[in-house]
């Protein structure tokens, strides 16, 4: 898919490139997954719009976000709608100065996945990218959260929707404002509201970074 598409440079010091056979973005989707998108395909015509965060604070981090986008776009009954301006900020949850800083973005989708099938995908791009585990704040080489599902409420430990700490992240909420001036989160209000109130310290525009949006 979308193979005619040609690398592009980035300032990390190497191509940000699309996903060839073989290469780690493009892993096989799980069966599971292909099965539920199977069961959906009658409502192809009604996806559903959700919002994916991404972030990496590891490895050439521009490149990990454009694959990670384009991972997303190879996935069967998803199609990728809308990529936020990358930021950069400080890490969450960590004394100051004790990781690299992160680059973040936000994915505007619509889907016929269910949201359970979703976060598999998204587990499934961070193993292709070799995300480690070790630590809850700890440095990753990619997160890939599913921020909103439609106006799914859910208090699922697996899934929790909204995610539960996007109405107070800036990093969320700046890029998510970006693309969409009108979303709100589920539960909690307007995105334009909760960033005026949360503010955008550790969180700052980088207008000399793209991520392409998938043709």
Excluded: C
């Excluded at 980035?10 to 292909?34: F, I």
């Excluded at 069967?76 to 990358?86: I, T």
């Excluded at 949201?115 to 292709?128: N, T, Y």
């Amino acid at each position: 898919m979308n193979s005619a598409r040609q690398p592009t440079t980035t300032t990390e010091g190497s191509a940000v490139r699309r996903p060839q056979p073989g290469d780690p973005t493009v892993q096989p989707v799980p069966a599971s997954v292909v099965e539920q998108v199977d069961a959906a395909d009658v409502t192809l015509s009604n996806p559903k719009r959700a919002v994916i965060s991404l972030g990496s604070n590891l490895g050439n981090r521009l490149e990990t976000l454009q694959g990670a986008v384009d991972a997303l776009e190879d996935t069967p009954g998803l199609r990728v709608k809308a990529v936020s301006p990358v930021y950069e900020t400080e890490p969450w949850g960590v004394a100051p100065g004790s990781q690299p800083t992160y680059f973040n973005a936000v994915v505007l989708i619509k889907t016929t996945l269910p949201p359970a099938s979703l976060l598999e995908r998204g587990h499934a791009i961070e193993e292709a990218f070799e995300r480690v585990r070790d630590e809850q704040w700890g440095p990753r080489t990619i997160d890939v959260d599913i921020v909103a599902y439609q106006d799914v409420l859910s208090d699922d430990p697996r899934l929790t929707l909204p995610h539960p700490r996007a109405h107070e992240r800036a990093f969320v909420l700046a890029p998510w404002h970006d693309i969409d001036p009108e979303a709100e989160v589920p539960g909690h209000g307007a995105v334009a509201a909760l960033l005026s109130a949360v503010g955008r310290d550790g969180v700052a525009p980088r207008a000399d970074l793209e991520l392409r949006l998938p043709e």
